[in-house]
């Protein structure tokens, strides 16, 4: 399986996810302030990953700590965690893996470890978050295979494969898991401008794993739809709405509008993570914008005029009435959300 992040010895290790795939470089993080860093250059990125390397990030900071008294111990590591908070705003597993990280804490200062038993404890936790992960992927690929047609022609948009998770993949890991289900597939995968995710790693993870793929320009979904040549479309999320409403990355509206008009099933693929019962809908959800030279710039290259003003959104929301259902780890859920995904929470007593 794909090697997106994992913890060596008192380092984070991750491939870098802005070299791909002309170059398979690891960025090797000694400090929490190099995680974060990371982070928010987008070495590592997708909504669980992010989350996964913020944990880590976490616990590397902690266990490099010099500090003695559990007091100024805990003061350092609620910086630690403000420090990964800051990093980007719109996926909220970024957030949920912070929370996890001070809850484990916060039961060890209750019941009075040590500043190493504490040390122990957030490696631990972090290390849960991380394997775990893989395992709501996995799940995620099983009820998926479920839904996904017999010859399958899917249409994805961005990266929600394995390099965006612990590995494994969300969308990916419903396409993975229609290959294992013997189902025949091929996938389109929109390129994704302006950082190209869906060109660069999306089609990456595919060929690597022997699917056939399709690479498109982020203007083709529609002819290609017309053409009757998709049949299914899933995508990830950064997060979701209590109503369904759903984050992700720029363009994935644009493709659920035309899903619907050509009667193509959208589907939505993402941990219980990255549902934000919090936020009523999509409105709410904050949502990053980016460098302009993202979008006047390509590999380097200047395209657009200096003085022209640039809009940068990160991310864009999808209402919940063009998706057809939310593939979790615990099943797929479908409309009214607000009341399934509020069940999906009840039942799993998280
Ligand atoms: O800006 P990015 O690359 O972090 O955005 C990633 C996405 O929008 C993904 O589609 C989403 O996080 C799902 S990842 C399983």
Known sequence: MLPTIARDNDTVVMIDQRKLPAQEIYVRCRTAAEVAKAIKTMVIRGAP???????????????????????KFAAEFYKVCDLMAGTRPT????????????????????????????KDRLDREADQIHDEDVASCRAMGTFGAQVVPDEARILTHCNA?????AGYGTALGVVRGAVEAGKKVAVFADETRPFLQGARLTAWELVRDGIDTTVITDNMSGALMRQGRVNFVVVGADRIAANGDTANKIGTYSVAVLAREHNVPFYVAAPLSTIDLNTPDGSGIPIEERNSREVTHV??????????????PAFDVTPHHLIAGIITEKGIFRAPYTESLRQAFAESGV
């Open 91 to 118: 996926a909220v597993n970024l957030f949920w893996a912070i929370d996890r990280m001070k809850r484990s804490f916060a039961a060890g200062v209750a019941a009075g470890e040590s500043v190493d038993q504490l």
């Open 161 to 165: 494969g394995a390099l965006a998770t």
């Open 49 to 71: 990953a992010i989350g996964v390397a913020a944990a880590l990030g976490i616990a590397l900071g902690m266990r490099r700590s010099t500090v003695t008294g559990t007091q």
């Open 299 to 312: 590999g380097g290259n200047q395209l657009a005029p200096e003085g022209a003003s640039v809009w940068n």
